[in-house]
């Protein structure tokens, strides 16, 4: 694209991109050559081993009573792969008690001293055991202990794909599991055998999805099942036989594909609420994102009431309340957008009355809980690149459905809870008192328990929108402390600068291993280019784009959030629709003028780039614009747009292309933008090597992305590498892949900007 201003006014110097050479080497001769380059290695170096075996502990869940909480747990190393859970006391010093789980499972809370855990057996079936966890108190003579007496074997499950376990404490498990047309649980194994034998591979399609973000779509879809569990008075459970398909004959699949789970669907007492994708559209999903939300009984006595208006987009995380007369879940307005703002809608079931509570409030919340009176509500939110808890209270129900109420000062400004880090698994518990997982920087996920939340709603209730959070914030566990003792991992340091049309851009700077303040020119600079592209970088762990990975290994890292990006208004998220090319590499440029002309110690003659998804489309867009004036040395693709205007007919969720690209690949708006901004209509600009990695299972950006992209360097006699990995998606999950990854990453960067002894 051109701009309406000189790139010289923006204080560049010139840095060209490496040019195009004529007399290269046969770059397929690449791939023979044997390459000396290791990591940084040493007892205060966290390496990409550490990173893939490092424990990685999941979300917290606390038991009914509040007083304990189990997490998830796995860590793999190069031997073998353990999974454990842990069980914690909430308000003891007693270390956390560990369970470990060899063939792997899901475990859950019945009720305040028994886990339900759900095992594949050796006959092929899930089996669902009770576990006693027991705590015997500390004495004169003896400090507390926590352990666990043996399973108990309740029954078993039909099939081994029953998952997302909710108990009620009314006496039934809800879990959802994919079944054939029939919604039949006792049938599945027969029809997998007959699918299976039917004597072809063929897959037959007449509407999308064909296939969805990894796998072929096949002929079972989600559904959500109740099961009696109770306890009598002899403590002894009993596992009921007879599975109700709650969904049965209304054409709705929950949880929603790909990424739904428990979050999709809540349990209280005797009703199941969910969100399904809207059935109108059942011969068009992939072009809709409009979803509905539903109550039912757990028994799937009676009819699925909708509660949502039909006037909406997508929704999402659908709670009730302990009493069941109030459900809450986040509402987007435009079908077809995914990243369109969330709004917090209250629906009053015993008045039939639904309102919008955050209609005025210019951030999308996450995940929402009720208080336990029902008259707050709790959420998460992404706010400028952390993700924070909040609360506000709940307004009286107004008389009719509105989603605009006329609301008093104190429920329209949310006060903070946790205001650091990236929070998770938000959990109200008895006594003012919330669980949260919270993930940052330089750590996984541990548990935190906040307390003094009952002093904060009475502060909220008197006053008029100026209560403040002074409660106890404290840490329950500390699963990888120990691991990365001494590893000095930085806490990266926020960075604001003006961007495109003046507005306010953030970014984050991860300053490299042995930094020393006025070294000048001493450390290589690496702009890592996040995807979505309505995503961002946020003060969160990550297991596959980990920045102190690269910090670590000696890069000055830089991680902006340009337009587009969320959490920081819903105009800076929509104002890349339309616009891939334009105002987010104004960002870039200015940012990157701002971190060389404030930080000398960089040397800015080795810099090198890498993003993937929508940061794989910036570094192809790069690529093609060398008045950008980056001056970077290296580029890494991975998994990202080469083509855009194939990328609009080959892509699963079309939804997606047709609202960012104004419309489908033939329609006029789209393709005077696909003129605009598409990376393979500036292929003849390429000059830069580049690494391009991409996995056969990426429906999402199919890996013909990649080897196009691949075969236009090779074409065009560029340093280029491929590396294709044929088991994984969209991201590169198999530990022994992401040893790799990283390894080809980071060995590409050093080939053009490493310092050879």
Same mark, same amino acid.
């Given at each position: ?14 840095? &060209?991109? %490496? ?67 842990? %069980? ?13 789980? %060899? ?7 019945? $009720? ?22 027991? !705590? ?27 998952? $997302?376990?909710? !108990? ?9 599991? *994919? ?41 079972? /879809? ?133 309102? /919008? ?8 919340? @996450? ?33 009719? &459905? ?68 002074? @409660? ?21 340091? $926020? ?5 495109? $049309?003046?507005?306010?851009?953030? @970014? ?136 855009? *205007? !194939?990328?609009?007919?080959? /892509? ?46 990426? !429906? ?58």
């Amino acid at each position: 694209m051109r701009f309406s201003f000189a790139l010289s006014a923006l204080g560049l110097t010139s840095r &060209s991109q %490496v040019p195009l050479q004529p007399n290269l080497p046969n770059p397929s001769a690449m791939t023979m050559v044997q390459s000396s380059f290791q990591f940084k290695e040493g007892a205060d170096v966290f390496t990409p081993e550490d990173l893939v075996e490092l424990g990685r502990p999941g979300v917290g869940v606390a038991n009914q009573a509040g007083d304990f909480v189990v997490i998830p747990y796995s860590k793999y190393s190069f031997e073998e792969k353990k999974r454990s859970i842990y %069980v914690a006391p909430l308000e003891s010093t007693v270390k956390p008690f560990k369970l470990p789980l %060899v063939e792997g499972g899901e475990a859950f809370w019945l $009720n305040g001293r028994t886990l339900a855990y759900v095992v594949e057996s050796e006959q092929k079936n899930l089996e669902i055991f009770a576990l006693d966890v027991l !705590y015997q108190p500390s004495t004169n003579d003896s400090a507390a202990v926590l352990s666990a007496n043996a399973p108990i074997l309740l029954g078993s499950f039909p099939t081994t794909s029953a998952s $997302n376990f909710r !108990y009620s404490t009314d006496g039934y498990l809800v879990f959802s599991d *994919n079944v054939y047309s029939d919604g039949n649980l006792t049938t599945v194994k027969e029809q997998d055998e007959a699918w299976e034998n039917r004597g072809n591979t063929a897959l037959v399609y007449d509407r999308t999805y064909e296939r969805h973000w990894d796998h072929w779509v096949g002929p079972k /879809t989600q559904s959500l099942f109740s099961v009696r569990l109770v306890q009598d008075p002899n403590h002894m459970w009993t596992f009921g036989s007879e599975f109700v398909n709650l969904l049965a004959g209304t054409g709705h699949s929950s949880p929603v594909e790909p990424f739904g789970g428990t979050d999709d669907f809540y349990v209280a007492k005797q009703s199941v609420i969910y969100t399904t994708l809207d059935p109108a559209f059942e011969e068009e999903r992939a072009w809709h994102t409009k979803q509905n939300v539903y109550i039912v009984s757990i028994t799937a006595t009676g009819k699925a009431l909708e509660l949502t208006s039909g006037s909406q987009g997508a929704t999402h995380s659908p709670v009730l309340n302990d009493a069941g007369d109030k459900a809450a879940w986040l509402e987007l307005d435009e079908d077809g957008y995914e990243s369109d703002r969330a709004k917090i809608v209250i629906y009053d079931l015993k008045k039939d009355v639904r309102f /919008t509570l955050t209609q005025k409030w210019d951030r999308s919340p @996450g995940s929402l809980a009720f208080s336990k009176e029902g008259d707050f509500i709790y959420f998460t939110a992404d706010d400028h690149a952390l993700v924070k808890v909040f609360v506000l209270p709940i307004p009286s129900t107004p008389a009719k &459905s509105t989603t605009d109420p006329s609301l008093s000062p104190k429920y329209l400004k949310p006060v903070t809870i946790i205001e650091d880090g990236a929070s998770s698994g938000l959990q109200v518990l008895p006594y003012g008192r919330i669980l949260i997982s919270k993930s940052s920087f330089t750590s996984p996920n541990d548990v935190f328990l906040v307390k003094g939340l009952d002093v904060l709603q009475a502060q909220m209730t008197q006053s008029d929108g100026t209560a403040k959070f002074t @409660g106890e914030v404290n840490q329950i566990t500390n699963f990888t402390a120990r691991d990365l003792e001494g590893k000095n991992l930085s806490k990266g340091e $926020n960075f604001w600068f003006k961007g495109a $049309n003046d507005v306010d851009v953030q @970014g984050w700077i991860l300053k490299p291993k042995g930094w020393k303040h006025g070294e000048k020119k001493a450390f290589p600079i690496l702009l890592l280019i996040h995807g979505g592209p309505q995503g961002a970088w946020e003060d969160q762990w990550s297991t596959r784009w980990n920045p102190n990975v690269f910090a670590q290994q000696g890069y000055f890292v830089v991680a902006m959030n340009p337009t587009g990006s969320t959490s920081f208004g819903q105009a800076f998220t929509d104002a890349i629709a339309g616009d891939w090319g334009g105002k987010p590499f104004v960002d870039l440029q200015k940012g990157w003028k701002y971190v060389l002309e404030n930080y000398p110690e960089v040397d800015a003659d080795r810099a090198v780039a890498a993003g993937a998804s929508w940061g794989g489309y910036a570094i192809n867009w790069i690529q093609g614009h060398p008045e950008f004036d980056f001056g970077f040395k290296a580029l890494v693709c991975h998994d990202g747009v080469f083509d855009s *205007n !194939y990328n609009g007919f080959s /892509t699963d969720e079309l939804f997606f292309f047709n609202h960012d690209w104004r419309g489908r690949p033939w329609d006029k708006n789209s393709e005077e933008v696909l003129r605009k901004f598409n990376p393979a209509n500036f292929v003849h600009k390429w000059s830069t090597p580049q690494l391009l990695i991409h996995g056969s299972k990426d !429906y999402r950006l199919p890996e013909t992305e990649g080897i196009g992209a691949f075969h236009a360097l090779q074409q065009l006699h560029i340093p280029s590498r491929l590396v294709i990995f044929p088991d994984e998606n969209h991201w590169v999950l198999n530990h022994g892949n992401s040893l790799k990854w990283h390894y080809e990453v980071l060995r590409w960067f050093d080939q053009f900007v490493g310092k050879k002894d």
